[in-house]
């Protein structure tokens, strides 16, 4: 047998020798796949997506694809320890990181949404298979913090928060012997949304009314109309009594009770507002629901009965928490295709290992699967 004497084995060992103390380096230090991941989220991301907005028709280009693709493929080659001749959409997907390019443009639609863009709000809204209402200006359309009129120390709205049982004694004892309004919001498959309210004085219903929001609503939203038609009923209907009004909704009185907050959600401010003509007169209390209060439960079936409808009565504003979560649902079906255009230019070797590991209870059992090549005749 005659050898190679050209053939040095010292240089392929020093660099298999570079590696390990690589990954022993990484290892002693503590740096796994998931903070290599993490770091790429909280700091590569944001610095990428600065004013990512303005120059959004730029990631359409090729070459910053190209780019950006690059650098997730980084990322996720660190994190994963892989050789660097990897395919750079299988490292992605192999990570679980969205391709930069991706990411960048579901975050730019989001800024562009809360910005009041009606182009971009209709892509948020077309995931739900929702459309911007005609009539209405984008900028109208989104949850935006407000100034309140009135000064920091002006008094402010009464809210408790009690012990579940002593807020359900209190509850029940109020409904027999007070003016009492019991409100309630309903959301019924993330697009039916519904609120009402049961007003009593002294046990006796001598009021109601329910209405539909829209369909990009929060459970939120709907309890804050809830409370704020209570509110509005009071002033003009109820003259200088004193009331008190109930609901199931802990985030509601928690938002109410702070001035901050109360300038975040439009339906918030304007019960503020209304409450601030009557000081004094009007409480807000929590009562717990599904705790065989009847007059919660009245609420809660109207509430129900309003998200049946089939005409909106009472527009809402769109949270940015909402766009960004359409925005991501709207980015998970982009990448869908996105590997789906890639995946058919990668080899069969690389198309059956990520089939099979989609598929593993059926690799493990030794069942065939479609990504297996046909056996030759």
């Known amino acids: 047998m005659v050898g190679d004497t050209t053939f ?3 240089p392929s060992l020093l660099q298999e020798r570079t590696g390990e103390e690589h990954v022993l380096g990484w290892a002693r230090a503590g740096i796994t796949g998931k903070k290599v991941i993490k770091t790429y989220k909280v700091a590569i991301v944001p610095a990428l997506s600065h004013a990512v907005s303005a120059w959004k028709e730029g990631l359409e280009s090729a070459t910053a694809k190209s780019a950006l693709l690059q650098v997730s493929a980084m990322v996720a080659r660190i994190a994963l320890q892989a050789p660097r001749s990897s395919s750079n959409a299988a490292l992605c997907v192999a990570a679980g990181i969205m391709p930069a390019d991706l990411e960048l443009g579901t975050i ?22 929702l459309t911007l209402f005609e009539g209405r200006d984008g900028g109208d359309m989104v949850q935006r913090w407000r100034g309140l009129p009135t000064q920091p120390w002006h008094p402010w709205v009464t809210t408790t928060i009690s012990e579940r049982e002593e807020a359900k004694n209190y509850a029940l004892e109020a409904l027999q012997t007070k003016n009492a309004i019991f409100t309630d919001g309903s959301v019924v498959k993330d697009v039916k949304t519904g609120a009402a309210l049961v007003v009593y004085r002294e046990g006796v219903e001598v009021y109601s009314n329910f209405w539909k929001l829209s369909p990009y609503a929060t459970i939120t939203d709907c309890e804050l109309l809830g409370v704020l038609e209570a509110v509005r009923w009071i ?11 109930f609901t199931d909704s802990q985030a509601v009185l928690k938002i109410l009770s702070s001035r901050s ?28 629901g599904h705790s065989s209060i009847s007059a919660n439960e009245r609420a809660d079936e109207l509430a129900a009965k309003g998200a049946s409808m089939r005409e909106v009565s009472a527009e809402t504003e769109i ?16 990448l869908r295709k996105w590997w789906s255009d890639k995946r058919a230019s990668l080899g069969t070797s690389v198309n059956d290992f990520f089939y099979c590991a989609s598929h593993a209870r059926l690799w493990i059992r030794g069942e065939v699967t479609a990504a297996s090549r046909p056996p030759i005749q």
């Open 108 to 129: 730019a639609a989001t800024r562009l949404a809360a910005l009041g863009c009606a182009k971009a709000l209709d892509q948020s809204l077309s995931v739900k298979g």
């Open 8 to 10: 040095d084995p010292i």
């Open 235 to 245: 002033v003009s209907t109820a003259g200088d009594e004193a009331w008190e009004i």
């Open 261 to 288: 907050s109360t300038a975040r959600w439009d339906k918030a401010r304007q019960i503020y507002l209304s409450l601030s003509e009557i000081p004094g007169r009007v409480s807000l209390r929590w009562v717990p």
């Open 319 to 334: 949270s940015v928490r909402t766009l960004r979560r359409y925005q991501g649902e709207a980015g998970r079906l982009s």
